[in-house]
């Protein structure tokens, strides 16, 4: 009877977490069993996590952001090869999953247990969070990371844990975020900041000041020659600083959307904003006026956590939601807090979770629902319709080294690369996929016109459907644009059939039976 009661008990206490754990667990699995190809970013991960180390060194240190998750892979793969999209994704999966049963339990300890409900709720809902947990990239691993580190920043300095065994762990865990991702630099800033707010002794200061110079200067081996690699006048002219990303964004839009993704009824984004302002506001004001130290320095704290790097990001204009995940975690205790706090009837407390699950679902259901992106459709169409002297072009370069891994025609997969080097394919990606390139009509056409010479058709991929200038420099040159289809999934990505002038049908050379 006794047994029996614990674990009536144990239910009681935990079934929230499980019955979250079970739904967040439903979405994930039913993404990555629905993901086919790589796209770009992930096949960027994969084939520089396995090319000789001699070369894995040279492009890790190139590249934009440091090497772990890279590393990480690279001994991932050797255990399941690179040829299986499900099982290279799958620890992404695993560490998201984990990271929702931590914040549970970090809220539930920090606040209670209604925080933590809708806290691990918003996050299982989450649509970026659905998306990067089904992807071989970084950001499941740094979101881990990131929120393990807070708990343990937690428990050396607001609850006095301070063993040397946490410490070790402690660094270690920061040392893994810094050779994370860039955005990671904002964690040091953020805990250092609080160190002053907490008002630590001189002797955990100083512990945590050394340490983290320690591990600075680790990370500076990687950071200078990455950094002198990229010192040219194209460095500002970064994807994500173009006005498409950024012509209908702003820090309520960016806010919205770590919580939701982004096609969103005006109904539903403006419904959400006043929730998410007024919790916001709410937890401000109880900052204000509250009477307990410790827990008005942990407001604070998950404030500093939640809006540094968004707001310093938001003013150089970047507004790319992947770049904020790391923040989004306070502001899911921030919410779970101020709904926690300002209802007290837990009828209406659990009408509010309905309602909030009313509200995000739909979103979370059609991320989970997507597959997000394919290759195959397109690659299908050119194998079958190729011809001997046609040619496949894909704008932006990059995408070739994708495109290359599932294309298995006859003909060649060229990218628009307008630079004078001499460096190789990957050089190239590394040092150059981020920027944009500078260009204009006239070059493009005489790069375009290199091919028309010889081909009969060409195969035109890009990233939206407008008519740019290669196609005008088709058309202009009496080329026929005779077929248009767009990639499966989420993404924008289109290819575009090109005949030649006096074009008559010529045997292909498919390669599909």
Known sequence: MLKQNKIITHLKEWLPLYLIFIFASFLRLHLLLLRDTFWFDEMFSVHFA?????????YWTLETNPPLYTLFLRGWTSIVGINNELLIRLPSTILGLATIVLLYYFTYKIINKKAAIISSLTLTLSGVHIFINSEARVYSLMIFLT???????????????????VWLIYFFINLLLIYSHLTALSIFVTQFLSLFLLNVEKKEFRYWFFGHVLIGASWLIWFVPSLLSKLNQNSLS????????????????????????????????????????GAIVFTILKTKNETDLKQKRLLIFLQLWAFLLIFSGSIIGVFVTKFYVISSLPLYIILGYSVSRAVKNTK???????????????????????????WTKLINYIETNETKNS????????????????????RPIVGIYLREDNFSLEERIVRYNWNQQITDKPELTKWLEQY??????????QYTDNFDWMHQIFVEHGWTLEH?????????????EFHAPNYSTTSTISTKK
């Open 238 to 277: 970064a994807w994500y600083f173009r006005p498409v990303t950024t012509a209908y964004a702003n820090v309520l839009t960016l806010l919205v959307s770590i919580f939701m993704n982004e096609d969103l009824t005006p109904f539903v984004f403006t419904t959400f904003g006043i929730i998410l302002i």
């Open 391 to 410: 040619f496949t072009i894909i704008t932006p370069f990059n995408e070739v080294l994708p495109l290359q891994k599932y294309y298995h025609g006859q």
């Open 147 to 165: 929120l393990l580190s807070y708990f343990l920043f937690y428990q050396i300095f607001f609850n006095g844990k301070n063993k040397l065994s």
């Open 452 to 461: 028309l010479k010889t081909a009969d058709k060409i195969f035109y991929i």
């Open 348 to 374: 209406i407390f659990y009408a509010i979770i309905i309602f909030i699950i009313l509200l995000i679902t739909p979103g979370a259901y059609t991320v989970s629902n997507s597959g997000i992106f394919s």
């Open 484 to 496: 248009k289809q767009r990639a499966n999934g989420y993404v924008d990505l289109y290819l575009f």
């Open 50 to 58: 396995n090319l000789p180390w001699a070369d894995a060194i040279k």
